[in-house]
């Protein structure tokens, strides 16, 4: 498996696609809003957390696989650290408890999709795939069990549905690529990973281009 990366070290990845036309703007104030012709999800100001996003670049974090508590393991402490500083967590499904979405709308606001090990809480409450405008970019979010393999689900989730990224997980392991100019991005797991140096997570910086970045924490701590 090799050294293990230094204690929160990240890998960035930019995607250099720019916007030119007017597209989709993002929409700060008022609850989750759902259009019923796209589905698209656009999400709320809350205390002041995504005011202004026409106006600086918004910053995500990306979350799978977190399996509370059948990880035996909490939310690293250096993950929350990173979660003061964002403006909108995405979590791509086995949370699998919802007191795990408490904790983690404490630091943001949280919206998601529900993985194939999730309760019927957390099914209830999130579909299994959907798209977000986010900063006027469409972000398809699935959990990646309904493949052969999670990228294979992933691209065919989203084969027929124009998006400029494509969030997954399922794996466990941290991935990124860029596949007919779609961002692929699998944050890995923060809590239980598999085939990767240390627990991780992701970041979206969001502007006038799409970046992703691969997070990885200290191994081997807890709480």
Request: charged share 20%.
């Amino acid at each position: 498996m090799g050294a293990s990366p230094p204690s929160c070290s990240l890998q960035r990845f930019c995607l250099l696609l720019y916007r030119t036309g007017p597209g989709n703007s993002a929409i700060a104030g008022g609850g989750w809003q759902k259009s019923a012709a796209t589905g698209t999800i656009k999400p709320p100001a809350v205390s002041g957390h995504l005011a202004a996003l026409e106006e600086r670049p918004l910053k995500v974090a990306v979350i799978a696989d977190t399996h509370i508590p059948g990880s035996g393991r909490p939310l690293p402490a250096a993950l929350l650290r990173h979660l003061r500083e964002v403006a909108l967590i995405i979590h791509l499904g086995d949370v699998t408890s919802p007191e795990v979405l408490a904790h983690l709308e404490e630091h943001a606001p949280v919206v998601g999709i529900a993985g194939n090990a999730d309760l019927p809480e957390i099914r209830q409450r999130w579909p299994r795939r959907r798209v977000l405008t986010l900063a006027r970019w469409r972000i398809g979010l699935v959990h990646g069990d309904a493949g052969p393999t999670p990228l294979a689900a992933a691209r065919r989730a989203f084969a027929d549905d124009p998006v400029d990224c494509v969030l997954f997980g399922h794996s466990h392991t941290p991935y990124r690529a860029v596949l007919g100019e779609v961002l692929f991005l699998n944050p890995g797991s923060p809590t239980l990973p598999r085939e990767a140096p240390a627990p991780s997570f992701a970041l979206l910086h969001l502007a006038d281009r799409l970046e992703g970045e691969i997070v990885y924490l200290p191994p081997g701590r807890r709480g």
